[in-house]
Nanobody, 123 residues
Framework: VQLQAYGGGLVQTGDSLRLSCAAS????????MGWFRQAPGKEREFVAA????????RHAESVKGRFTISRDKDKNTVYLQMNSLTPEDTAVYYC?????????????????WGQGTLVTVSS
């Protein structure tokens, strides 16, 4: 599975942005797709995950109510809609995939990673 994330950019506080992650290769129904982020000087952290087949989701507490993960199976694409952005959301955002049906928050449990896309939120 190859993943390519895009859609990052420079926005202002309160703005919205939608990230996309295009997946190629065979995505089995059991796959979970996730978004992680890494701010400068910090460890990579979980943002959101979605079960590819059933569509169940999990979001980090820090983004609940502001970010929403979704997927379009026809387009083999996962999205992260980000609203009410703050400077604390500034980070490189990565999409990832794991072949087992657990909405894991553990970075090391994901087998496939895309390149990151930078989101910068100015105050």
């Amino acid at each position: 599975v190859q993943l390519q994330a895009y859609g990052g950019g420079l926005v202002q506080t309160g703005d919205s942005l939608r990230l996309s992650c295009a997946a190629s290769g065979r995505i089995l129904s059991s796959y979970v797709m996730g978004w992680f982020r890494q701010a400068p000087g910090k460890e990579r952290e979980f943002v959101a995950a979605i079960h590819w087949s059933g569509g169940s989701t999990r979001h980090a507490e820090s983004v609940k109510g502001r970010f929403t993960i979704s997927r379009d199976k026809d387009k083999n694409t996962v999205y992260l809609q980000m609203n009410s952005l703050t400077p604390e959301d500034t980070a490189v955002y990565y999409c990832a995939a794991r072949p087992t049906a657990v909405l894991s928050v553990v970075t090391e449990s994901y087998n496939y990673w895309g390149q990151g896309t930078l989101v910068t939120v100015s105050s």
